[in-house]
């Protein structure tokens, strides 16, 4: 079984991505691997900050590592909160603080439209050399709209007030097995899976 490290101690975001790429693969958080602390993000954007984390963990550990960043942009808010999504409220990544930001700030506008977007950078070693490797991204973007409250109690952050295109629910009310075939974090994990069992 291929191991790679997936560099987060998010346990909402390793339940989904171990779900996606399957009994295949070994996927291991920081703290299996030992590390503590925390990984810059400097970036001015997804695919930057995502680089970022990737190289952090690569460099020390020498291990083949993918990490993530994911932003919800809002049409009303010129795309905001975006990169700063996970913080947007301050830097405690309190959600609910998040959430009502949010609301607030598009308060009664009636375009609601907005889009959750993940970006995935893999660094793999290459001929069994440390210093020689690739980096490979890919991406993920779900379409919708941000409800005028919030409603469900599954999932975490944004969830509970983004309701994607075609459906009637917001990800927080569909739940984690509806949510993990058609979230932005799916999509781009699809094709790392995609990528990954091409080469194995």
């Known amino acids: 079984m291929k191991q790679i490290v997936f560099a987060t101690n998010n ?9 996606i790429l399957g009994d295949q693969f070994e996927v291991l958080s920081l703290k299996d691997i030992g590390f503590e602390g925390d990984i810059p993000e400097t970036g001015r954007t997804l695919e930057e900050n995502a680089a970022q984390k990737a190289h952090y963990i690569y460099n020390r550990y020498h291990m083949d590592v993918f ?6 942009e809002v049409e009303a808010l010129g795309g905001a909160p ?9 830097e405690g990544h309190d959600s609910e ?20 977007v993940t970006a995935i950078a893999i660094i793999e070693k ?3 050399m440390d210093c020689v490797w690739s980096l490979k991204f890919f991406v993920g973007i779900v379409k919708g709209e941000i409800t005028r409250e919030k409603s469900g109690t599954e999932g975490f952050g ?6 994607p295109d075609g459906y009637d629910k917001t990800f927080a ?12 974090r799916s999509i781009a994990t699809q094709k ?7 080469k194995s």
Request: glycine share 6%; net charge negative; hydrophobic share 35%.
């Open 11 to 19: 346990e909402h975001k390793l339940n989904e991505v171990r779900a």
């Open 67 to 72: 990490a993530d960043d994911t932003g919800l």
């Open 82 to 90: 975006g990169i700063y999504s996970a913080r947007y409220a301050g």
């Open 97 to 116: 603080a998040n959430m009502q930001k949010l609301l607030g700030e598009l308060k009664d506008n009636d375009n609601r439209r907005a889009q959750f």
């Open 126 to 128: 290459l001929h069994n």
């Open 158 to 163: 944004y969830d509970p007030v983004f309701r």
């Open 173 to 184: 009310e569909l739940g984690e097995e509806v949510k993990n075939q058609i979230s932005h």
């Open 192 to 198: 790392l899976a995609q990528y990954l069992r091409a």
